[in-house]
C-alpha cells in the first residue's frame, strides 16, 4: 500500500486553513452586529468570496476529487453554524443561508480549479 504524502499533507494543510476560515470568516460574519440587509448581504459576499478563494486553490494545487475538498472546507463551518444554531435560535435562517453558502462556493471554487489546471495532470489521489 503506497501513501500519497502530497495527497496527505494537502488535506492536513486544507483541514487546518478550513477550521481557520470557520472561525474568523463564517464565525465571525454570522455572530457580529448586523445593522441593515446590505451589511448581511456583504457579509454572505465575503464568506463566499473567502470559501470560493479556498476552494479555487485546493482545486488548482490538490487533485481532481472536488468533492473530497468541498467537505473539508465546508464541514467545519456547517459544524459551527449547527451547534451554535441551539442556542442562537432565532438567527436560525441566517445560520441555513451561510450553511448552504459554504459548501457551495467550495464546491464552485474547487470544480473551478480543477478545470483551469486544465490538461495537466492531477496529482494521483489514492481513497
Known sequence: MKIDIRLWLGTVLLTLLSLLAAFFVTFNMVFSDVFGALERLESYLFAGTVFFALGLGAGLIGSARVRRWTWILGAPSVAILALYTFTEYQNV???????????????????????????????????
Open 93 to 127: 435562517l441566517i445560520h441555513l443561508g451561510f450553511a448552504v453558502l459554504v459548501p457551495l462556493a467550495s464546491y464552485g471554487g474547487a470544480r473551478l480549479g480543477s478545470r483551469l489546471r486544465g490538461k495537466k495532470p492531477a496529482p494521483p489521489a489514492r481513497p
